[in-house]
């Protein structure tokens, strides 16, 4: 599987049988979920932790760093998967809407090179 050939839809399939197979559903409310991805994502944070932010991109040019940060994010994303497939959720038409809706909050005009959250622009 790569970005190029697999579907969003085959990856969040796959993931549902995992979670099938293992009866994981009745675990999996949106409560716990929700925890598991913020729980993930501090994990994903402690391998920052206490770097300055040019000094990060150094941190994922490391090979053994990525491997480790690469599960962290599969984790994450995983976790968003199985709260997308247990809320009916179509990702990617709520990516796209969101997306439509950052456009119409951070005009290219307006927020290029700009970090500025939308109400300060």
């Not at 599987?1 to 994981?24: C, G, P, S, Y």
């Not at 920052?48 to 090979?63: A, G, K, Y």
């Not at 995983?78 to 038409?93: C, K, P, R």
């Amino acid at each position: 599987m790569n970005d190029t050939t697999t579907h969003l839809q085959e990856i969040k399939d796959r993931v549902l049988q995992f979670a099938n197979e293992r009866d994981w559903e009745q675990f999996h409310s949106p409560k716990n979920l929700s925890m598991a991805i913020a729980a993930e994502s501090g994990e994903l944070l402690e391998h920052f932790l206490w770097t300055e932010s040019h000094s990060s991109r150094s941190v994922v040019d490391d090979p053994e760093k990525i491997e480790k940060i690469r599960e962290e994010l599969a984790d994450i994303v995983i976790y968003a998967i199985e709260f997308a497939n247990m809320t009916g959720t179509d990702l990617a038409s709520t990516i796209e809407k969101k997306m439509l809706h950052n456009a119409a909050k951070y005009p290219v005009d307006k927020a290029k090179g700009r970090s500025d959250k939308y109400t300060e622009l």
